[in-house]
């Protein structure tokens, strides 16, 4: 990412969006880390030492994120937040009354949204919340555009003081391509707040005022849009047309290639999706007789266009997702199909039917994952308390316990559900509720459920996975770590000392690789629970596996590794059926286990009955 | 030039990605990557496509198009076999790693022969070879990737020149990493080669 030249550099989209953030002078990043947006702060945080001007954080939630870049655009600082398409649920409060006040500094939202659900619960088009929020929204092609387009985003958000969202989706931040570098753009300024409560004080008063100036806004952005060089038309059959949104336009190109149309339609690429260009779409549309808008997700567009050809009395006729797949990420064979369905064309795709099928393989807990050792004392605790249990639980890498051997996890919502449905469960049903979270879900989202288990007192049982960093987005510093994004020392909050503040009377650290005393804790708790009095909290505390090994490669700490005795493994499988670990790797009529990728948890041994696995000796 | 690379996440595929996209960049070309992040990598199967070219648009490779299939786990060649194209090119690395789940679910797993039967529909250019062991044997385990690599390499099929993708190698590794994944290379390179002799001479 060095470099002051016009180099070109192969840079995935999230990267080009942070250079961009670099090139663009934005003072302030902020982020909760979320699939397929972390890449961005992540990136961020490691130029932070070379950029003195640049500050970056991993905040507690998105809310929070949002909001701490929103105070640097107030102070004419300008501020990027990004964030899943789902973290931009918990920053819409202040997203949407961003939009009233309107911003100083340059300031961009973005979103990566998730077509096809590739690392999430849902594939929301947040494309729509600029139409809700009155937010313009952008959506770059590649990933020289998505550098190209958060620099624009923060010219235009500067110019016009609105916030801008810039839509981002999986496969363009996961995406590598060449972008050209241009030097850092970096001014000198300092945060100033000039105090101007009718402008953010957003009083009843003020904010019917606000609403009609947001409204303002917008439409100074839309003339905007109307000249925005990031829209371009090529000219081709003058009849038939083509919009392509986003990411959808790459596609597009592809399919036409495949195609080899003889009268190949005009081709209109957008980029500024929200508000849209309606002069210019219309200059478009006027001679058509038939158009094809492509989009990812919702037919946002596409509705819009028909909306304009109505409004303006264009005779053409608008198509969209009666052609184009409205669920799941578009392909180039899903825009090919519905291309030609378009023009009128026949495709046979080459289609090749593999005749065998390659066995199943889901995402599973890592080796060592000390989840696995909690889920396997949940289990052991609820078989010896004989009880009854329901189980809750979160986003995080502990939803895979979702899965065999433990499947666990009954429930997964949204960041935080796992308490707040608790808190209903215990009350509704007469079964025992055993909730599980990570360390970073507690931080961002649980403390106010776990307040309300005690405030409407609610009996259940909260497994804090507490593993010091928030690990299924690779491991990024959370409260509980010690280190923050700048890389500075700081306090570390403790989920113990949290519940404990909250009112919690039953609280229990334990180290999960404990397998015995982690299941009596639990089982004390399942009895605690039982007399209906209030929650009850344990927190299972053990770094991350694949910290662990990082430790370990670096000689910090010494793990117990396990190898099979060759001659005593009956090749039963036990322990690959009853723990699941990875590292257990099937060779021939035996079992080994992978040294590189162990970390000593144990639990292999415990499970196998011929006691074949035993600790490698140094 | 379209290229899937299938394997598990763990077994450095997006490194051997980026690498086929560096070296694209440093021989002139325009490139596309398209990786997969997040929870996908835990243990999952991972598929990247790398679209080389004067001129590359969708970062996907359209089912049947691929004229490289590079895949890092026996049976996750099945999994990505549909996007190959007729006499495309397979190189496999004959490694199994039995996922978990199918073993408590009692889901056979394939042989090798019926996996090279169902790739000889499509093509007679398969290439089977062991990068795990030869790695090992090099001494750096982990490099079975970059095996792969100079086995695709050897093929002729990749678009690419060697001096780029020792160039790539070189801005991503460390000095003595960057040796032992040249070594690691050329030993992919001669496997493949040994193949074709054989196959040419026997």
């Known amino acids: 990412m060095k470099g002051a030249g016009r180099e070109v550099v192969l840079m995935l989209g999230n990267e080009a969006i942070a250079r961009g953030a670099i090139e663009g002078d934005v003072k302030v990043a902020t982020a909760y880390p979320g699939t397929p947006s972390t890449e961005i702060v992540e990136t961020l945080a490691s130029l932070a030492k070379e950029f003195d001007d640049l500050y970056v954080e991993w905040s507690v939630n998105e809310k929070v994120a949002f909001e701490v870049a929103l105070a640097a655009s107030y102070c004419n600082l300008r501020a990027l937040t990004a964030m899943k398409h789902v973290g931009l649920n918990v920053a819409s409060d202040p997203l949407f009354t961003s939009a009233y006040t309107g911003v100083r500094g340059g300031f961009v939202i973005v979103s990566a949204d998730d077509p096809s659900c590739h690392s999430s619960q849902n594939e929301q088009d947040n494309r729509i919340y600029g139409l809700h929020a009155y937010v313009p929204v952008v959506e770059p092609s590649s990933p020289q555009e998505a550098k190209d387009l958060t620099i624009y985003s923060l010219e235009v958000s500067e110019r016009y003081g609105a916030p801008v969202i810039l839509r981002t989706v999986t496969r363009l931040s996961h995406m590598r391509g060449p972008v050209e570098l241009s030097p850092p753009n970096r001014s000198r300024k300092r945060g100033s707040f000039e105090r101007s409560p009718e402008k953010f004080v957003c009083l009843p008063a003020n904010a019917r005022r606000m609403r009609l100036e947001a409204i303002e806004r917008l439409k100074a952005v839309e003339s905007e849009f109307e000249r925005s060089k990031f829209n371009t038309a090529e000219e081709g059959d003058p009849e038939v047309g083509v919009i392509a949104c986003g990411l959808a336009y790459v596609h597009v190109l592809e399919a036409l290639e495949r195609l080899n149309t003889i009268r190949r339609p005009s081709i209109l690429k957008l980029s500024t999706i929200h508000p849209l260009p309606r002069d210019y779409l219309a200059k478009f549309l006027e001679s058509k007789e038939k158009v094809l808008v492509v989009e990812e997700l919702e037919p946002l567009v596409e509705l819009q266009v028909k909306a304009l050809c109505h409004d303006l009395k264009l005779k053409a006729e608008v198509h969209g997702k009666d052609l184009i797949p409205l669920a799941g990420e578009l392909t180039p064979l899903s825009v090919l199909r519905g291309l030609a369905s378009f023009l009128g064309m026949s495709v046979e795709p080459p289609e090749v039917k593999p005749r065998i099928q390659a066995p199943p393989r889901p995402p599973i807990l890592c080796a060592g994952c000390p989840h696995r050792n909690a889920f396997y004392a949940i289990k052991m605790a609820v078989r010896k308390a004989k009880v009854d249990a329901i189980y809750p639980s979160d986003i995080g890498c502990y939803t895979l316990g979702y899965y065999p051997p433990f499947e666990l996890v009954d429930t997964t919502i949204c960041m935080g559900a796992g308490v707040g449905l608790s808190c209903g469960f215990a009350k509704f049903t007469d079964k025992v509720v055993i909730a599980t979270v990570g360390d970073s879900t507690f931080y961002h989202a649980c403390i106010p459920g776990l307040i309300n288990a005690v405030h409407n007192p609610s009996a259940f049982v909260l497994v804090v996975l507490d593993n010091n960093f928030t690990a299924m987005t690779g491991g990024q510093p959370s409260p509980a770590t010690g280190v923050n994004a700048m890389g500075q020392q700081v306090k570390r909050v403790l989920p113990e000392e949290i519940a404990r503040a909250c009112g919690v009377e039953f609280c229990k650290v334990v180290d999960p690789y404990d397998v015995d005393s982690t299941t009596s804790s639990i089982i004390e708790a399942i009895d605690y629970v039982k007399k209906r009095l209030g929650p009850a909290v344990v927190v299972a505390r053990r770094p991350c596996s694949l910290i662990l090994l990082r430790e370990h490669r670096l000689g910090r700490v010494r793990l117990e590794k396990r190898k099979v005795d060759a001659d005593r493994c009956k090749g039963c499988a036990a322990c690959i059926k009853l723990v699941g670990c990875p590292a257990l790797i099937p060779r021939g009529e035996k079992v080994m286990i992978d040294e590189a990728s162990c970390t000593g948890c144990g639990l292999c041994e415990r499970s196998c009955p011929y006691k074949a696995i035993e600790v490698v000796k140094e | ?202």
């Open chain 2, 1 to 202: 030039m379209d290229v899937v690379l299938s394997g598990v996440g763990g077994q450095g595929i997006l490194t051997l990605a980026a690498l086929m996209g560096t070296a694209a960049i440093v021989d002139g070309y325009d490139v596309r990557v398209s990786e997969v992040h997040g929870m996908a990598q835990r243990g999952g199967s991972v598929v990247c496509h790398v679209k080389i070219g004067e001129r590359v648009s969708s970062p996907l490779v359209m089912e049947g198009s691929a004229d490289m299939l590079v895949s890092l786990e026996l049976s996750e060649t099945a999994r990505s076999l549909q996007y190959l194209k007729p006499k495309g090119v397979v190189v496999v690395n004959n490694s199994a790693l039995p996922p978990p789940l199918s073993i408590i679910a009692g889901i056979p797993y394939p042989s090798l022969d019926a996996l090279i039967e169902d790739a000889k529909k499509i093509t007679s250019d398969v290439y089977v070879i062991n990068a795990n062991e030869i790695a090992k044997a090099l001494g750096s385990p982990l490099s079975a990737n970059v095996v792969m690599l100079g086995a695709a390499w050897a093929t002729g099929r990749l678009l690419l020149s060697k001096d780029s993708i020792f160039k790539a190698m070189a801005r991503t590794f460390g000095q003595r990493a960057f040796e032992a994944n040249k070594r690691a290379f050329e030993e992919g390179v001669k496997a493949v080669e040994k193949l074709l002799h054989d196959y040419r001479y026997h």
